[in-house]
Nanobody, 122 residues
Framework: VQLQASGGGTVQAGDSMTLSCEVS????????MGWFRQPPGKEREFVAS????????YYADSVKGRFTVARDDAKNMVHLRMSSLNAEDTAVYYC????????????????WGQGTLVTVSS
């Protein structure tokens, strides 16, 4: 399974941005997907998760109400739509895929994308 994240860049505070993660090479084995982020100088942290059916979704408290995760069945992709961005959202964002269980901890995920940098300027 390979994950390719895209969509990062630099935006102004208050703007919106969508990140995408394309899954290839065996998506039928995927049980759930997650988004994590690593702010500069900090640990990687959970952002959101979604089961492969797209029916079970969880968000970190810090992004709840501002971020939306969704599956795109036709394209084998997962999107993270981010709005009302602020400087604290600046981080490298990673998508991850889980084969058996998924959640808010990194060790439940089996595959990781390369990361995409999001910079929010104030």
């Amino acid at each position: 399974v390979q994950l390719q994240a895209s969509g990062g860049g630099t935006v102004q505070a208050g703007d919106s941005m969508t990140l995408s993660c394309e899954v290839s090479g065996g998506s039928s084995s995927i049980y759930g997907m997650g988004w994590f982020r690593q702010p500069p100088g900090k640990e990687r942290e959970f952002v959101a998760s979604i089961n492969w059916a797209g029916t079970d979704i969880y968000y970190a408290d810090s992004v709840k109400g501002r971020f939306t995760v969704a599956r795109d069945d036709a394209k084998n992709m997962v999107h993270l739509r981010m709005s009302s961005l602020n400087a604290e959202d600046t981080a490298v964002y990673y998508c991850a895929a889980a084969r058996y269980r998924y959640g808010s901890t990194m060790d439940t995920y089996n595959y990781w994308g390369q990361g995409t940098l999001v910079t929010v300027s104030s």
